[in-house]
């Protein structure tokens, strides 16, 4: 019940409605004499970039109320008719009852004095036959008023076009009204009527701007009876509650309404005009609706000079405004960076958001105020930004309102005494929308913010790419909450770095997140204080911030997204949820269904000497698993030098991932096992950060969850190492002691191979058994035994041992599985007995004869 406010992720496939009033036959009536009183302003001497407008301006402009609050504007035509949007009445369908309206005229501040507004209750409310959503036009409504107004200086009626009448591409017009000055940000107090001049577009340059490509990569259709007016460049543009308002033009020393506010996608944005209800198309149905009013709409005649102004051919093209923030000459050189210096402080990073306002962390400037609220000092305070000869002098701080508790609001805007000139250096950046999506894959950098010295290492360490949702919310995020959908406001960013960590610390420092789309440069996420030496994994976007900054600024360069490959599957995305948490962080995650080339995140590929491959499992920051028999030669005492790689099929990397290196700097075996135990824990040279290609796995603590799916994980070919998985069944004890009785030690796990399965994986490498839990997560159940396909060693009994080697292993709780009672286990079938002491396959054969249980 407002100009509609058609955001990107509403856009709709649209298709030509019939009826063009343009064309109806005019219904006569009497000609207008040429002194009529309409269309003149009285005696005198907000809107998205508009300004305050002077009492008396604009007489035909009135308040439409419904139940006591305004909800859309309007324009006086006659006495006893108001003009109006459909979309104010129609709600679903359904025509809001007349009774609830009033129209107040003659206002001029809704927050000031009433005594010469006049209020009048509505007798009636028409809207076209064939109106039936904003977007498709038809947007125009009739409010008969109970009783007529009385006309003076503060009231009076706006001259209509008749349908004959043209407005000339290109001229200046005015759209007035009290709606909001920004996208969801309300005109403050005292509600002073708005008024913003605006460029009339021609259909063919309207329609040009509409068709690039834009959220979702949708496009939108103007259909007949509509008009655009603003700025390819935004900026200046009707908003919410402006709806209904009139959109005039001056020609002969009268003011006729050339459109009715309709509707905009975003308010101000750069390529997106506002739409209008062109009124000279509905001559034909307003005067059919107001027949016989007395006295009723003029229409005066266009005279020739007006009608000589440039008109716009059809095949004229249309040239789109480029973002005026977000260039910089290259990366790492920001034009935007600004240097805060506050006496007995260190220097705090931000970044330059418009021409008089600094974006900065709110715990970079002291708590002390004075009465006023101002900082006591900050006279003294200067801010020194790119190919300026001098400091800039700092007029106000405003804090975030949440700064104080919360890491993600950790911001403040300083206004500049004097606003700078952006037509050279420095730039501002460009700040996103709340419903941006940053594409993963998305070419990133790290930015210095807040306190802290420069970046240690070469310049390249500050280059990243972004991660998809998925990883960064079950990595970093909540485990267990629903991921954002592209589109909604992420509760996190979270890059992937091009380099392997190196020596030296990150001084504690703060980093931004700036990232970039077509060239431009987002200023996406910032982080909080690093807790280490490492790069900072998650950001708090900035995206939900941005309504904050432009209400503050009324001026932050807010930019829509500018690359919208999201790729065909986006409409088939379903609600996704992490895993549940863990204690140690994420463990065992990999998403259903699995990208392509994310496979396995914890497979390593453990190289041992130079001479073999052997499979590891990452089961801790800076600890793999593996098979003793493949890693060390049996009777051997001599340490082999061992390489591990993480993050690769065979010698490629992953696509979503990066490749991972370490060498093994400590080898260690279970001394309860004896000599030659199953597994062995081998340490890395340094740790593994989190990511989708380098994660550890759960571990399994014992026994058999029913009904899970369970997988041999190794590669087909021992020298492209692509990895593959084998479906399996795990059997019960009974079966395993009665298929291997005499041969298996305690604590082995036995399989049987899904059918076609059996030769997927090679077994020389001594390829782990993975089970996904309910949860969602995937255990480590077992690592092969030496030369078997069908024979694992269970990582269950070896928990204690694994625990306090390794303290961030993640068993999972023992009272999430079910486990086998062994009673009975030495009771098997005669005949399984027989055919499992001469050939296990035989009896495998056998086994699918018996009716036993499986899991």
Request: hydrophobic share 35%.
């Amino acid at each position: 019940m407002s100009r509609h406010l058609v955001l990107p992720l509403v856009m709709l496939a649209l298709s030509p409605i019939p009826g063009d009033f343009q064309d109806s036959a005019l219904i006569p009536i009497q000609e207008v004499p040429e002194d009529l009183d309409c269309g003149q302003p009285g005696p005198s001497t907000r809107i998205m970039g508009g300004s305050d407008a002077q009492p008396g301006t604009w007489p035909w402009q009135v308040s439409l109320h419904y139940r006591g609050s305004h909800i859309c504007g309007g324009s006086l035509i006659a006495p006893s008719w108001v003009l109006s949007a459909a979309h104010c009445f129609v709600e679903n369908g359904t025509m809001e009852p007349s009774a609830e309206w009033s129209v107040l005229l003659g206002l001029h501040s809704r927050n000031g004095p009433l005594e010469r507004v006049q209020v009048r209750a509505v007798a009636a409310i028409l809207v076209p036959d064939n109106y039936s959503d904003v977007v498709l036009g038809a947007d125009l409504a009739l409010v008969r008023l109970a009783s007529p107004a009385s006309l003076g200086l503060a009231v009076r009626p706006v001259c209509l076009p008749r349908a004959s009448h043209r407005f000339a591409h290109g001229r200046s017009c005015w759209a007035t009204g009290w709606g909001y000055v920004q996208e969801q940000d309300p005109l403050p107090l005292p509600w002073v009527l708005q008024e913003v001049e605006l460029k009339l577009l021609g259909k063919a340059a309207c329609q040009c701007l509409y068709s690039r490509p834009g959220p979702f990569n949708l496009t939108f259709q103007l259909f007949p009876g509509m008009l655009c007016a603003g700025y390819p460049k935004g900026r200046k543009d009707t908003c919410q509650g402006d709806s209904g308002g009139p959109l005039v033009c001056k020609e002969d020393g009268r003011w006729y309404q050339a459109g009715i506010t309709s509707f905009g996608f975003g308010c101000g944005r750069r390529n997106r005009p506002g739409i209008f209800t062109a009124v000279a198309s509905y001559e034909a149905w307003i005067r059919e609706q107001v027949m016989g009013s007395k006295p009723g709409p003029a229409f005066p005649i266009q005279s020739p000079e007006a009608q000589s102004g440039p008109q716009e051919h059809e095949d004229e093209n249309c040239t789109f405004a480029l973002p005026e923030c977000g260039k910089a000459p290259q990366p790492g050189l920001w034009p935007w960076e600004a240097r805060v210096m506050v006496p007995g402080s260190r220097t705090c990073y931000g970044a330059l958001v418009s021409e008089s306002w600094v974006l900065a962390p709110a715990s970079c400037f002291p708590d002390p105020v004075s009465a006023d609220g101002r900082p006591r000092d900050l006279d003294e305070w200067r801010v020194l930004l790119p190919s300026r000869p001098r400091a800039e002098q700092v007029a106000r701080l405003v804090r975030h309102k949440n700064s104080s508790w919360d890491d993600a609001s950790d911001l403040a805007l300083l206004q500049l005494r004097a606003p700078v000139d952006l037509s050279a250096a420095p730039r501002p950046v460009c700040l996103p929308y709340q419903e941006h999506y940053f594409l993963p894959g998305s070419r990133c950098r790290l930015a210095r913010w807040g306190r802290g010295g420069p970046a240690p290492g070469p310049n390249t360490m500050l280059e990243a790419e972004l991660l998809d949702g998925w990883w960064c919310h079950c990595l970093h995020g909540d485990q267990g909450a629903p991921v954002p959908r592209p589109g909604d406001p992420p509760r996190a960013l979270c890059p992937a770095y091009q380099e392997e960590e190196a020596g030296g610390c990150w001084n504690n420092s703060r980093w931004s997140l700036l990232c970039r789309e077509e060239g431009t440069w987002f200023l996406a996420g910032i982080s909080d204080s690093s807790s280490g030496c490492l790069r900072p994994r998650a950001f708090s976007p900035l995206q939900t911030h941005g309504l904050w900054i432009s209400h503050v600024t009324r001026g932050a360069y807010l930019e829509d997204q500018l690359a919208w490959d999201w790729g065909p599957e986006w409409e088939k995305i379903e609600t996704q949820t992490c895993p549940p948490p863990t204690e140690q962080g994420a463990c065992g995650l990999r998403p259903e269904p699995a990208p392509v080339g994310v496979l396995w995140p914890w497979l390593a590929e453990v190289h041992v000497a130079g001479d073999r491959v052997c499979t590891g499992i990452l089961v801790a920051p800076a600890w793999v698993l593996a098979a003793t028999h493949c890693v060390l030669r049996l009777g051997s005492t001599a340490i082999p030098y061992i390489e591990v790689y993480l993050g690769r099929a065979g010698a490629s990397p992953l696509p979503q991932g990066h490749q991972v290196s370490r060498s093994v700097v400590n080898i260690r075996l279970p001394r309860h096992r004896g000599f030659q135990p199953p597994l062995v824990l081998l340490e890395l040279s340094s740790r593994v950060e989190p990511s989708p290609s380098a994660l550890p796995i759960c571990l399994h603590p014992g026994g058999i969850p029913p009904e899970t799916s369970c997988w041999v994980l190794s590669w087909k070919n021992p020298h492209d190492r692509v990895p593959v998985a084998a479906a399996v069944s795990i059997l019960t004890p009974q079966l395993c002691h009665c298929l291997y009785q005499g041969i298996t030690p305690p604590g082995t796990l036995c399989v049987l191979y899904a059918e076609g399965q059996e030769d997927r994986c090679e077994v020389t490498s001594a390829p782990p058994l993975l089970c996904q839990t309910s949860g969602g997560s995937w255990a480590l159940m077992g690592m092969a035994v030496r030369g078997s396909q069908e024979l694992f060693a269970a990582i269950g009994p070896e928990e204690a041992w694994i625990s306090q080697t390794v303290g961030e292993a993640h068993f999972l709780p023992h009272s999430d599985f079910s486990h086998w009672s062994p009673e009975g286990s030495d009771l098997c079938p005669p005949d399984l007995a027989r055919a499992s002491s001469g050939s296990p396959q035989v009896a495998l054969f056998l086994l699918l004869l018996t009716p036993l249980i499986l899991y």
